[in-house]
């Protein structure tokens, strides 16, 4: 199993900044994905950024050049830096994480945080 703790959300103005940490815990070894989804209230969860083994990183469109995923040092923690912040990146944050050793593939996800922009 793996345990993944998100931090970091909060209520932010237009324009403003945020950095969402997740760290994961228990059987991590083959950990080789994880990544950051939203969701919005009346939507369905969306991926926002992910990061692959070799760092190889994936956005979507409407966060590319204002987020940043990136790992620790570690390799079991994940943060996205969340800059140029607008009201429609209003949801709640989740981390989730993928191993290689899953057969089949087996999302594992954290609690969420909130993450709220005013105009």
């Known amino acids: 199993q793996v345990r993944l703790v998100e931090s970091g959300g909060g209520l932010v103005q237009a324009g403003g900044s945020l950095r969402l940490s997740c760290a994961a815990s228990?059987?991590?070894?083959?950990?080789?994905?994880m990544g950051w989804y939203r969701q919005a209230p009346g939507k369905q969860r969306e991926l926002v950024a992910s990061?692959?083994?070799?760092?190889?990183?994936n956005y979507t469109d409407s966060v590319k050049g204002r987020f940043t995923i990136s790992r620790g040092d570690a390799k079991n923690t994940v943060y996205l830096q969340m800059n140029s912040l607008r009201p429609e990146d209003t949801a709640v944050y989740y981390c989730?994480?993928?191993?290689?050793?899953?057969?089949?593939?087996?999302?594992?996800w954290g609690q969420g945080t909130q993450v709220t922009v005013s105009s």
């Open positions: 989730n994480a993928q191993r290689s050793s899953d057969r089949p593939v087996y999302n594992y």
């Open positions: 228990g059987f991590i070894f083959s950990i080789n994905v």
């Open positions: 990061i692959a083994s070799g760092d190889r990183t």
